[in-house]
């Protein structure tokens, strides 16, 4: 027998093609990088950078002029003697709690009442979005002076209506009624955005399953129960954690109409920070401040995550 041997293959060099090829892909890929490359380097310095040093500094003590020293857990165990921010920490809480829920009902009603065929529907839509769009400062001005104590047009209606003058509201000029007065301004300044968003969520509901509930003879309430907030479900689920990462970072509120006042009833936590980092120039406290704030928002954020999932599951 004749034992045949087989030759190995032997590699082929690349084609002109092939070569061609691959420098196009790697081409291609320098472009793509050069279109991005503008926004992440802006994003690095301007955004990612200051995070991790702020990171840094929480455990750090710093006044903006002297050399950095190491600090530990310092600035941590601080906070457990801070009165300051143990009142900021619960009105943070309180600030959130209040106004999500209310901001969410207010600009459900309204997008649900301005999706309906009435008189000079888009002028209400606007006047309703008007105060988003409107200078913080200008509203901020205009609802000191609705809401003063003393000579406000509101209480003076209460005044009017027989309200004893003992008992009228001093709004932003009193410790129990100045979070209220807050939450008050930012639901109403807020609900005309988040209204848009539910119009728009409104709007993509198919008109078939309300018409395949007039069939089965189901009420208003039914329909909007059954059919109006299962369909809205991802819209809440966005407006929601918007709205509290956005009130967990209230400040420009707080600082137009009360400061963080009177004493500590309306200090919350970012106006805290501000305070520490620029009145009294400890950058490393303020940071551990914000780091705080952070994982507070970032383990409210996972809890809405997952308790959305688990009710799409159940759905399911």
């Known amino acids: 027998m004749t034992e045949t041997t087989t030759q190995p293959a032997t590699a082929q060099p690349p084609t002109r093609v092939a070569v061609s090829r691959r ?124 809401f003063h104590p ?31 007065t807050v939450i008050m301004f930012s639901v109403w300044k807020n609900m005309g955005y988040f209204m848009v968003i539910y119009l728009a969520g409104l709007q993509g509901i198919s008109a078939e399953l309300y018409e395949a509930a007039d069939i089965d003879g189901a009420t208003a309430w039914q329909k909007f129960w059954r059919i109006t907030l299962p369909q809205l479900g991802p819209t809440t689920f966005f407006v929601s954690v918007m709205l509290t990462i956005t009130s967990f970072k209230v400040f420009d509120q707080v600082f137009m109409i009360t400061q963080g006042g009177p004493g500590t009833s309306t200090m919350v936590l970012v106006y805290h920070i501000y305070n520490e980092a620029f009145v009294s120039w400890d950058l490393g406290y303020s ?30």
Request: aromatic share 18%.
């Open 150 to 180: 003393e000579f406000g047009p509101v209480n003076m209606v209460l005044y009017t209506l027989g309200v004893d003058p003992k008992d009228l509201p001093r709004w932003a000029a009193g410790k129990d009624w100045a979070m209220i």
């Open 287 to 316: 940071s551990m401040v914000a780091l705080v704030l952070f994982f507070l928002v970032l383990g409210i954020t996972l809890i809405q995550f997952r308790l959305t999932r688990e009710n799409e599951e159940n759905l399911a």
């Open 23 to 146: 420098w196009r892909k790697i081409g291609n890929l320098l472009t793509a990088y050069s279109f991005i490359a503008p926004n992440f380097i802006g994003f690095a310095v301007f955004t990612l950078g200051p995070i991790v040093f702020a990171f840094l500094l929480a455990f750090m003590h710093w006044d903006g002029n002297n050399p950095i020293e190491w600090a530990g857990l310092d600035n941590f165990f601080k906070l457990f003697r801070d009165r300051v921010f143990i009142a900021s920490f619960w009105n943070t809480i309180i600030y959130t709690g209040a106004t999500v829920p209310l901001t969410l009902v207010c600009a459900l009603g309204l997008a649900i009442l301005l999706n309906q065929q009435i008189f000079a529907r888009n002028f209400f839509r606007t006047i309703a979005f008007f105060p988003y769009v409107a200078s913080l400062i200008a509203v901020a001005v205009v609802w000191n002076m609705l």
